[in-house]
């Protein structure tokens, strides 16, 4: 599904992501680990283009993602960050139809498939005519994921999803969300720095340090194995 391969990125003089490998499967989760300026995000962000690599290959369903156009690729590409990244000045029916939009669908579709996602993600109808200042941040959360599948991408990509939310929300809400067969089908790549988090979502964790992958593999493997003490540190091993 996502083929990453020797991908790097580069600030000036200074390397962020270093020959960076790794692949997911159709309807697995990856996420990315590791500490504060590892290079997390600035990987996650050449996945979708907001990003480009200096050197390296990505590519989506074999097709190289720098032969696509990006605003098609990020429309076929959910993207999920922090405190949900809802616009304060739309609605949150607007923020949800905002890809089925752009991408042509039919007005009733459009409405049937918001009140499916409200429904599923356990929103009352009420929030649909609400801005995101009126929500709290829980609901926030989950329209941001709303918003993310409701073209049905293929791929979803979240950065600290539930970075704003209390420890207590946090939990409830990704389990909640995790849950949903739809996330479940669906390709993600969740980037965190909490390492509770990361084995409690994901299929597979690659831990990041200085730019590289340290390790990768399932929570399992990285648990019982870990290859080095930053591993084992990390993990609390
Ligand atoms: N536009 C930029 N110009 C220069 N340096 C940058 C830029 N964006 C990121 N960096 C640097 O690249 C490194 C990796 O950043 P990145 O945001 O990918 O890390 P991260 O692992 O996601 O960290 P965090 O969890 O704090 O977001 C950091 O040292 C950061 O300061």
């Known amino acids: 599904m996502i083929h990453v391969r020797n991908v790097v990125k580069r600030y000036g003089t200074t390397t962020v992501v270093d020959r960076v490998s790794f692949s997911v499967a159709r309807g697995e989760t990856l996420v990315l680990l590791g500490t504060s300026g590892s290079g997390k995000t600035t990987t996650l962000k050449m996945l979708n283009r907001l990003i480009e690599p200096d050197d390296g290959q990505i590519s989506l369903d074999g097709i190289d993602v720098q032969q696509q156009d990006a605003p098609n690729l990020r429309r076929r590409i959910g993207y999920v960050i922090q405190d949900g990244g809802l616009f304060p000045h739309y609605t949150v029916a607007e923020a949800i139809a905002t890809v089925p939009t752009l991408l042509g669908w039919e007005t009733d579709a459009i409405r049937a498939r918001t009140h499916e996602l409200i429904d599923k993600l356990q929103l009352p109808a009420s929030v649909l005519t609400r801005y995101p200042a ?12 709303a918003r993310a599948l409701a073209a049905r991408p293929p791929v979803v990509l979240m950065d600290e999803p539930f970075g704003a939310l209390d420890p207590f929300t946090r939990k409830h809400v990704r ?40 390790q990768i593999g399932t929570p399992e493997e990285l648990m019982s194995k870990p290859v080095n003490e930053f591993v084992r540190d990390f993990l609390e091993v």
């Open 134 to 145: 009126n929500l709290s941040g829980g609901q926030r959360q989950r329209v941001g994921v």
């Open 175 to 214: 389990r909640e969300l995790f849950s949903l067969s739809e996330l479940q089908e669906t390709t993600v790549v969740l980037v965190t720095h909490d390492v509770t988090e990361a084995r409690e979502l994901a299929d597979r964790i690659a831990l990041m340090d200085g730019g590289r992958i340290v």
